[in-house]
């Protein structure tokens, strides 16, 4: 899935400073000895709180660990502060229209499925507000994934992504801060009735849904747990681009800058970083990428949802 990232329209910036004082017994030399000693220690430990978004939606960010307030006129999409380490920060997040929040990520791992929480820093973090497209559907959801039967019971869950083939039917939602993938057969039928609705129709939502509701789901996925971990990404470092696109790897993006390549395998999409150098007037393209040798790569997102089915038989 090609995520929609919202562009930051705001930034927060915080710095600490600390002052060492003086009595009035020291020697002025003393004194910014000791002056000196103390921006030196809360320096050291002072570390870094990035925060930013997946989706549309917002955030509110404080680092006094009040409750934060949201920007009104410019909302908020990134932030970052440098505090002292062990200070309790707040932040809250919202969905803009047709999205709602999910989860909070930390360093990329599941962190809280509360919107407003008030982490304790005590190292370099990043936290992710992530947002996907809501339901649509009126329905009741259920709320552990082994009671789903039929798509009915999934179609009120903030959905990542969807697919329709000419015998499949795939939904990808969130529930209990786990990505899962539902998957269903269409009859020949079926599918001709969602293939022939009107995007432009102002009832396409609810016509769709009264199509698919009714489909028994026959396979639940826990996409979550099918991510390579970090160590298995590790891997791939000393690789050439070529040896990527061998196996099967699909060229997305480049970003000259960071030498870093969007690239889709199988049901998901990561970020690959490249050594070397590549001139910014070059036209950007797989073959750019060929000779170049893979540095990092990271989870980045869903690629393919249908990846790894196979089409029914008729």
Wanted: charged share 25%; with cysteine.
């Amino acid at each position: 899935m090609k995520r929609i990232v919202a562009m930051a329209l705001a930034c927060m910036m915080a710095a600490v400073t600390a002052c060492g004082g003086t009595s009035g017994g020291n020697a002025s030399g003393q004194g910014e000895s000791q002056e000196a000693q103390g921006t030196e220690q809360a320096a050291g430990d002072t570390v870094t709180v990035r925060v930013n978004t997946d989706g549309l939606g917002e955030i509110a960010f404080s680092e006094t660990g009040e409750a934060p307030a949201f920007e009104e006129d410019y909302p908020m999409t990134s932030a970052y502060a440098n505090v002292v380490k062990g200070t309790t920060v707040a932040m809250n997040a919202r969905g803009q229209e047709d999205y709602v929040f999910v989860k909070w990520t930390k360093d990329g791992e599941f962190y809280s499925a509360d919107a407003e929480i008030a982490p304790v820093i005590d190292a370099d973090t990043e936290y992710i507000a992530v947002f996907l497209m809501a339901g649509n559907y009126d329905g009741p959801a259920v709320t552990d994934v082994k009671d789903a039967k039929t798509m009915a019971d999934i179609l009120a869950l903030p959905n990542y992504a969807t697919s329709t083939t000419e015998t499949l039917f795939v939904r990808t939602f969130e529930l209990n801060g786990m990505m899962y993938r539902a998957v269903a057969r269409l009859a020949a039928e079926t599918a001709q009735q969602i293939f022939d609705l009107d995007f432009e129709d102002p009832e396409y939502d609810a016509k769709f849904n009264e199509i698919v509701a009714p489909l028994q789901i026959d396979q639940m996925d826990n996409l979550t747990e099918m991510i390579p971990d970090q160590e298995e990404l590790d891997g791939y470092a000393g690789m050439t681009g070529e040896q990527l696109l061998e196996d099967g790897w699909i060229f997305s993006w480049f970003n000259v800058e960071d030498m870093e390549c969007g690239m889709e395998n199988g049901l998901f999409t990561y970020a690959v970083t490249f050594d070397g150098t590549v001139d910014a007037g070059t036209e950007i393209d797989e073959e750019t990428i060929r000779p170049l040798t893979v540095v990092s790569v990271r989870y980045d997102g869903l690629g393919d949802i249908t990846a790894g089915l196979e089409e029914a038989e008729d």
